[in-house]
Nanobody, 117 residues
Framework: QVQLVESGGGLVQSGGSLRLSCAAS????????MGWFRQPPGKERQRIAR???????NLADSVRGRFTISRDDAKKTVYLQMTSLVPDDTAVYYC???????????WGQGTQVTVSS
């Protein structure tokens, strides 16, 4: 099973930037697609970004143009570079690993991002 450890969250002002990291273990990382999800207070968790094992990226409309997903297979780490942050970006951010169409059921603790106005 995959183990995932997210880091890099914090409190930032509107317009600021953060880079989140997710370190994965327990899998052959380079074979997996990786994704970022977020869960705002009182809402369901939603996928906002994905990067395939081949480096192809997908971004949700809400973050496209502001967020960038990348990966470093040697470090078994996926990143989310967030810029132009707004209060609606406030959420707990999680990463996950996908093989084929199936996302892992083993979620990490997530990392809190809070954007103040």
């Amino acid at each position: 099973q995959v183990q995932l450890v997210e880091s890099g969250g914090g409190l930032v002002q509107s317009g600021g930037s953060l880079r989140l990291s997710c370190a994965a273990s327990g899998i052959v990382f380079r074979y997996y697609n990786m994704g970022w999800f977020r869960q705002p207070p009182g809402k369901e968790r939603q996928r906002i970004a994905r990067i395939t094992s081949g480096g192809y990226t997908n971004l949700a409309d809400s973050v496209r143009g502001r967020f960038t997903i990348s990966r470093d297979d040697a470090k078994k780490t996926v990143y989310l570079q967030m810029t132009s942050l707004v209060p609606d970006d406030t959420a707990v951010y999680y990463c996950n690993a996908q093989y084929g169409h199936a996302w892992s059921h083993n979620w990490g603790q997530g990392t809190q991002v809070t954007v103040s106005s």
